[in-house]
């Protein structure tokens, strides 16, 4: 047991090893919020209850604009639910100010994604995806939007029409003129393609003829 943890303790960062120290010292300092969570993300990887019980208050005394994407992050990746509601929380009175950050653009877009759509009760990929375009979160749109194109059927053409045209993606839309022209006499006798707005109907065909012409 012993070397098992002494294995481990070598494996932390430089700025972690004074943390065994710090905690059990009769002058208990609080560690910054970075250090704290390096350190609840070493302790969740190896089980270590005891650091992760004396360290789990410190993000959410620490809780600000500044410290929100490192502390989401965490909560998002060890599936820390009551800290990452508490974020959402934050999130919901302070998104203005903290998507203007520069740590927020680096967060993973799956993260900043299920924050959306946890903080706003947004149902769908396509309704997380116009929260972001409408508020500016604009660096999880094509890594997102490229998940649809890969995964893009007949099942999720429509919808993917619709948030496409609405907000102008013109990639997306690239991909559902190509289906629509793969798949024409299938798309015709879908009621829900038939009930998409004139816009998007006239910028489908209008789209793909553009590209059989190319092809020529």
């Known amino acids: 047991m012993l070397k098992r943890v002494m294995t481990h303790f070598f494996e932390w960062p430089q700025s972690l090893k004074a943390l065994p120290q710090t905690v059990s010292s009769t002058h208990y300092e609080t560690p910054s919020v970075e250090t704290a969570v390096n350190a609840l993300r070493f302790a969740d990887k190896y089980g270590m209850k005891g650091i992760t019980k004396q360290l789990a208050k410190v993000p959410r005394f620490n809780l600000s604009v500044e410290t ?3 502390i989401v992050h965490y909560a998002d990746d060890c599936s820390d639910s009551d800290l990452f509601d508490e974020c959402c929380a934050f999130f919901k009175e302070h998104q203005r100010h903290i998507r203007a950050t520069e740590k927020f653009g680096q967060l993973p877009p799956s993260s900043v994604a299920h924050l959306l759509g946890t903080t706003f009760d947004l ?7 116009r929260h ?3 508020n500016g979160i604009d660096f999880i749109l094509d890594p ?3 998940l649809i194109i890969e995964a893009l059927s007949l099942d999720t053409f429509c ?3 619709k ?3 609405e ?4 990639d997306l839309k690239k991909a559902c003129a190509k289906i629509c022209i793969d798949n024409l006499l299938e798309i015709i006798k879908m009621k829900a393609f038939i009930d998409l707005s004139p816009e998007v109907l006239h910028g489908v065909i209008k789209l793909g003829h553009e590209i059989v012409m190319e092809d020529q």
């Open 68 to 70: 929100f994407p490192t």
């Open 123 to 129: 149902e769908t990929q396509f309704d997380i995806l």
């Open 132 to 134: 972001a375009h409408a």
């Open 144 to 146: 997102l939007e490229q």
């Open 159 to 161: 919808d993917t029409a």
């Open 163 to 165: 948030y496409a045209w």
């Open 167 to 170: 907000c102008s993606r013109d």
